[in-house]
């Protein structure tokens, strides 16, 4: 199959709206990252979505809409917290989980009887949904535990052959997923935290808890954060400490030839290959996936450098806890 990339415009939206319409599966840009989107209501057209990414069958799909009303077609127990969320973050990147309505085919949540719901931000996705006329069950356009797309290039790097066309609406403004929610009880639980912290929801709701940072029962497990995740072709280690930073850059160039430093401090006097990804919270996120793509590229092991201190945000630690090991002279 020859895969095809086009910049999105009312054209190319078109093309990708009826590709949709006949069960076809389209990679999309949202201001997250790149979806693999399919009519969220055909079980067997979301199948091909699990093939194509080599996911496993048991981790579920976020369903997109354009507008709030529409969770009423997706969702049949729309709960307050729900709606809460969404008039106060959508379009944006937050998830929504509630209980799913009969017309969403257990293919998409993997059995559940939950579905996630999310409206994107970017216009064009908004345009792309009402245009096919269909929610779209969409994971993010990588290969399975590949890092997640920032761009069309990056879904083409993964999926070239796989997919019919690639919707190129330039970079992802956030560069990290959407905060998923459990909001079927009172309390908003988040089970995997993007831009949208637990604070600025505690903000809203007067109240939020982690996943993980109590033991309810009732409460959905994501069954997405036991797989493992974002890894480039290359070994990948983090450390937190500055202070470290050169011991473990000697370590690792005994053992690899060329070595490869993610830090927000720019210009470190190390002998090592280091891209530029900014010194603030916004930009780190932003560039963090990208940065792994070119640096998988260029050199034999990554070393991140993420200083606690300077980077107060739960959805970059947890983006890199998943995609690297944590440093530890003693193994070197
Ligand atoms: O920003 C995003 O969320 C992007 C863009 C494309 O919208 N999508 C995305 O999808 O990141 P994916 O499939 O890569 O990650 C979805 C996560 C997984 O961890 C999955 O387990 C969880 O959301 N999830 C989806 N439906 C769920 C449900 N019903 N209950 C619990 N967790 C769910
Ligand atoms: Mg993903």
Do not use: W
Not at 93 to 117: N, Q, R
Not at 151 to 163: P, Q, S, T
Not at 306 to 311: G, I, S, V
């Amino acid at each position: 199959m020859v895969t095809k990339i086009l910049k999105i415009c009312d054209k190319s939206i078109e093309e990708g709206a009826n590709l949709l319409k006949n069960g076809e599966v389209v990679a999309f840009p949202t201001e997250t990252v790149y979806g693999l989107g399919v009519s969220a209501f055909k079980g067997e057209c979301v199948k091909k979505v699990f093939e194509v990414k080599g996911r496993p069958s048991d981790n579920p799909l976020i369903v997109h809409i354009a507008k709030i009303e529409d969770i009423y077609t997706v969702s049949k127990n729309v709960t307050p917290l729900s709606l809460k969320l969404l008039e106060n973050f959508a379009p944006g990147p937050i998830t929504v989980v509630v209980e799913k309505s009969d017309i969403i085919p257990l293919e998409v949540t993997a059995g559940l009887d939950t579905v996630g719901v999310r409206i994107p931000a970017l216009k064009s996705s908004r345009d792309l949904i009402e245009k096919a006329g269909l929610p779209l069950a969409a994971p993010s356009a990588n290969t399975s535990t590949r890092p997640s797309p920032t761009k069309a290039i990056d879904v083409f790097e993964d999926l070239n052959g796989k997919i019919p066309l690639i919707l190129d609406g330039g970079e992802a403004e956030v560069g990290i997923e959407s905060t998923v929610v459990d909001c079927r009880f009172d309390t908003p639980v988040i089970l995997r935290e993007g831009k949208i912290t637990l604070d600025d929801i505690v903000k809203v709701c007067g109240c939020c808890e982690r996943i993980g940072k109590q033991n309810n029962e009732k409460v959905a497990r994501s069954p997405g954060v036991k797989y493992k995740h974002y890894a480039p072709t290359c070994p990948v280690y983090f450390l937190n400490e500055e202070e470290k930073l050169i011991e473990a850059v000697i370590a690792l160039k005994k053992k690899f030839s060329k070595v490869g430093v993610v830090s927000p401090i720019s210009h470190l006097d190390l002998d090592v290959i280091q891209i530029d990804i900014g010194n603030s919270t916004t930009s780190y996120m932003h560039d963090y996936f990208s940065v792994l793509r070119k640096l998988e590229k260029q050199v034999e092991v990554i070393l991140v450098h993420l200083p606690f201190e300077k980077l107060r945000s739960e959805g970059i630690y947890n983006r890199v806890e998943k995609s690297a090991v944590k440093f530890d002279l003693n193994n070197f």
